[in-house]
């Protein structure tokens, strides 16, 4: 699967893998929103690592997943982590942490899963 959740704690983590249409993250994240097993979740971790597709989504599409995380907000709380490795896939999750910012998310772009996911949990 392109998309899948796992639950780190009171950290629901997303991963992104391969290609896979902007809807697909979307759905992922409301399927674990669903789950019966879900805790309650403080902070959201979303691991773009293996994403063949996140830098070559449009400013719309970027937007359109920022607005997504504000409207989670009452699920997952207020905090962002967002883990890339390649220089454009960071320069995009830098764009989505702005953005987020704006929208009263606190949000971090990491390289690293271990330096994000603690930043997560605080």
Sequence with gaps: MPVTYAFVGAVLEVRASGTYPPGEVERVFGAAIADPIRPAIRALLYDARESAVIASRSTHDVQEAVDFFRRLGPHIGRRLALLA???AVYGV???IAGWAAAAD???AVFRDRSEALAW???
């Design 85 to 87: 490795t390649t220089d």
């Design 93 to 95: 999750m830098r764009m």
């Design 105 to 107: 998310i606190d949000a």
């Design 120 to 122: 997560a949990t605080i």
